[in-house]
């Protein structure tokens, strides 16, 4: 039976009927509201448009205020100044952390996703921004702050925002409930009189909205169709997979989510520019996959498991259980991507080891990361129990020392190793600000803050940076320069496209192997990387170099390649072994 063509109004009414009660709630006016919505907009923006992702697809992370300048510039316009000066060749696209005034969480308690924050600028800038970069938004849509208007609308009884919270009734079973914090799941509120019990995943400032009233959808409708408007091309959905909640269940990933994420996705589809979609679920694997449901949910998912197995691999030099989870991965389906990372605004996620690595390998890895300076951040586990949610650290910080390396003498190989996979593997490969930079942890923010977090979200003087990058012996100039020069090579390789065929290679425990075929099959790329502190020598004949084709390393074009001999690999050196440059 054929799909219905997205964006029609039967398959975005069947969508909602498999949310709401149709007896209940007028799904069909609802459905005319949405293709009205779409119908406006693309009226109002008859030119189409429409983001295309490549080899040369790369993001950069990045909070509105991650670099600031003595000069008093509004953060924003900094940030694409500096984005010009120094990354200009490197990332096409910006995801630019939560810019709308929020009352706290690193800018995920969104007050008004209507408005730029003040203190980084205005809509002009991300308009500006995005004439020559992709823009990706944050829609914080599981929760909205306490002290937004919504919120404040709805203690009184007021709209906009009445009945757009969940209240979580007597009869309500939270047993199940999979949780993400150790602090109360109910916060009390007094609501238009009346004390009220309200859901609050993340904390008692971020209530949770009520998507069991389709008006809490419709209002996300018309953010994202607004952000569009306003330039941004790439819309991550924060959270998504808590959105929806029934009695006795986990009340995560359940099915009325999935539906919601249809219908935005055949919202995005039917709109004359047309964004891309991304789920952020920090989650085990097979929970994750779901969200590309059956190509008609999120564009791109993020790849949680590749951080925390890729750290492990680099601290303990063995690389077998990061090969057995690539080779298990199942490739992306045309129209989607994996967003792949190592380090982003949050802490370093352990949810998606979960099933991967077992107890005692799990308690090691913690055992390093503590005396690396890592915190640690729980949920709730069943009633009492807590279970570690993630390491609070940077990425330099966690790769710095391990148990055969005290003094840190690999410290930046390690981490350009760490990257040199990642930009590796099949998806579309994404870095943080404070990553470029080999950026330690901020001890100084988090003693005035307390929050764990804070100690990976530095906020760097332009004028300190750009000094430190002019000596040749600093860190941040061996670290820049080596990340630009590589992703510089790997923006120009076709078998590195987000969705050219990849292979995992077996070539024991110290080196980590992969294979990438363009799309047309004209390039073979192999990516091999030392992950010991050893040197190794390696057999060519380890891997199906074509006798008739001339190979070179583009990472080290010294290199000399000749089939059926073998090349000593230094510690934590990677090779990229092409037959087309």
């Given at each position: ?11 975005i ?7 709401y ?7 069909d006016?609802y459905?005319?509201?949405?293709k ?8 109002s923006?008859k ?19 991650s670099?600031?300048?003595?000069k ?22 910006v ?14 308690s ?5 408005e ?6 205005d ?44 209240i979580?009734?007597?009869?309500f ?5 999979i949780r ?6 109910s916060q ?15 904390s008692?400032?971020?209530i949770?909205?009520?998507?069991k ?15 569009i ?12 997979g ?13 099915p ?18 047309k964004?891309?979609i ?9 929970e994750?996959?779901?969200y ?12 949680f498991?590749?951080?925390?197995l ?10 077998s259980?990061?090969?057995?989870w690539?080779?298990s ?47 640690f951040?729980?949920r ?6 807590k ?12 790769l ?16 350009i ?21 080999g ?16 100690l ?19 860190k ?11 992703l510089?090579?790997r ?13 995992t ?9 992969l ?20 040197y ?12 008739d ?30 037959n087309?440059?």
């Amino acid at each position: 039976m054929p799909k219905n063509k997205a964006g029609s109004f039967g398959s975005i009414k069947n969508h909602l009927n498999s949310i709401y009660d149709s007896e209940k709630i007028n799904t069909d006016l609802y459905a005319r509201k949405i293709k009205k919505l779409i119908s406006d907009f693309n009226i109002s923006n008859k030119l189409k448009k429409e983001f295309n992702w490549s080899e040369d697809t790369v993001l950069l992370i990045s909070y509105a205020d991650s670099i600031y300048s003595s000069k008093k510039n509004n953060t924003l316009k900094t940030l694409k100044s500096f984005h010009k000066d120094y990354f200009d060749n490197v990332f096409n696209c910006v995801h630019i952390l939560p810019f709308f005034p929020s009352s706290g969480d690193g800018g995920f308690s969104v007050m008004d996703h209507g408005e730029v924050d003040k203190k980084y600028g205005d809509w002009k800038d991300i308009k500006l921004y995005s004439k020559n970069k992709n823009i990706m938004a944050d829609i914080v849509i599981n929760h909205s702050s306490s002290k937004g208007i919504w919120f404040q609308n709805f203690l009184k009884g007021k709209e906009p925002g009445k009945n757009h919270f969940f209240i979580i009734e007597d009869k309500f079973d939270t047993t199940n409930v999979i949780r993400t914090r150790d602090h109360n799941l109910s916060q009390r509120f007094k609501v238009n009189g009346t004390y009220k019990n309200l859901w609050c995943t993340f904390s008692e400032d971020q209530i949770d909205l009520n998507f069991k009233n389709p008006d809490v959808l419709l209002d996300f409708i018309k953010i994202i169709i607004d952000l569009i408007d306003k330039g941004v091309l790439i819309l991550r959905l924060d959270a998504v997979g808590f959105l929806w909640k029934e009695t006795s269940t986990e009340c995560l990933n359940l099915p009325q989510t999935h539906s919601i994420i249809k219908i935005l996705r055949n919202v995005v589809d039917s709109l004359n520019i047309k964004a891309k979609i991304v789920t952020e679920t920090n989650l085990p694997r097979k929970e994750n996959l779901s969200y590309f449901g059956d190509s008609d949910e999120a564009h791109w998912i993020y790849n949680f498991s590749l951080a925390p197995l890729l750290v492990y691999t680099l601290l303990f030099e063995n690389c077998s259980i990061l090969s057995r989870w690539s080779k298990s991965m199942p490739p992306s389906r045309n129209g989607s991507a994996y967003l792949n990372f190592i380090a982003s605004h949050d802490g370093l996620g352990m949810r998606p080891i979960e099933g991967i690595l077992n107890n005692a390998q799990t308690k090691t890895f913690f055992r390093r990361i503590k005396k690396n300076g890592g915190k640690f951040s729980h949920r709730k586990f069943m009633k009492i129990n807590k279970k570690v949610y993630e390491s609070n650290i940077s990425l330099f910080n966690v790769l710095k020392y391990s148990d055969t390396d005290l003094e840190g003498k690999y410290s930046i190989d390690r981490f350009i190793a760490a990257h040199c996979i990642m930009f590796a593997m099949e998806g579309i490969p994404a870095v943080y600000f404070n990553s470029m930079f080999g950026t330690e942890d901020d001890h100084e923010r988090y003693k005035d803050t307390k929050h764990k977090r804070d100690l990976n979200r530095y906020k760097w003087n332009r004028e300190t940076l750009e000094k430190l990058l002019k000596v040749k012996k600093s860190k941040e100039y061996k670290i820049y320069n080596s990340l630009t020069k590589i992703l510089e090579i790997r923006k120009k390789q076709p078998a590195f496209h987000p969705n050219a065929i990849q292979f995992t290679l077996s070539l024991g425990d110290d080196i980590f192997g992969l294979w990438r075929q363009s799309i047309d099959r004209s390039q073979s790329i192999f990516s091999i990387t030392n992950v010991t502190s050893n040197y190794i020598k390696f057999d060519l004949n380890n891997i199906n170099l074509i006798q008739d084709e001339h190979w070179q390393d583009i990472l080290n074009p010294k290199n000399e390649i000749r089939i059926n001999r073998k090349i000593e690999l230094k510690p934590f050196q990677s090779i990229w072994l092409t037959n087309k440059s």
